[in-house]
């Protein structure tokens, strides 16, 4: 099992950045692709970014340029750095991760999830 915390969130004004870090517990050894799903209020649940152990990188639809998604070197952990924030950024973010890219993961995510984490974008 596997088990991921996020960390990072909050209250930013618009124009701002975050940095995003996503921790993975467990059985991490087996850990390949870890990333980032996002879920505004009343919307579905979306790919922000992805990202494997071979440093293969995959963004959702109109996120490339404002969201870089890395890994730590111990590779159990994931950033996501958001600059130049807009409200309609607002939604929870969740960390995601599995074994490997299974298929349908731009749309259905991966195996694991993290509980999530509140990012708002308002003055």
């Known amino acids: 099992q596997v088990q991921l915390e996020e960390s990072g969130g909050g209250l930013v004004p618009p124009g701002g950045s975050l940095r995003l870090s996503c921790t993975a517990s467990?059985?991490?050894?087996?850990?390949?692709?870890m990333g980032w799903f996002r879920q505004a209020p009343g919307k579905k649940r979306e790919l922000v970014a992805m990202i494997t152990s071979t440093g293969s990188t995959y963004y959702g639809d109109s996120m490339e340029g404002r969201f870089t998604i890395s890994r730590g070197g111990a590779k159990n952990t994931a950033y996501l750095q958001m600059i130049s924030l807009k409200p309609e950024d607002t939604a929870v973010y969740y960390c995601?991760?599995?074994?490997?890219?299974?298929?349908?993961?731009?749309?259905?995510?991966?195996?694991?999830w993290g509980k999530g984490t509140l990012v708002t974008v308002s003055s």
């Open positions: 467990g059985s991490i050894f087996s850990i390949n692709a």
């Open positions: 995601n991760a599995d074994h490997s890219l299974t298929a349908g993961w731009r749309t259905e995510g991966l195996d694991y």
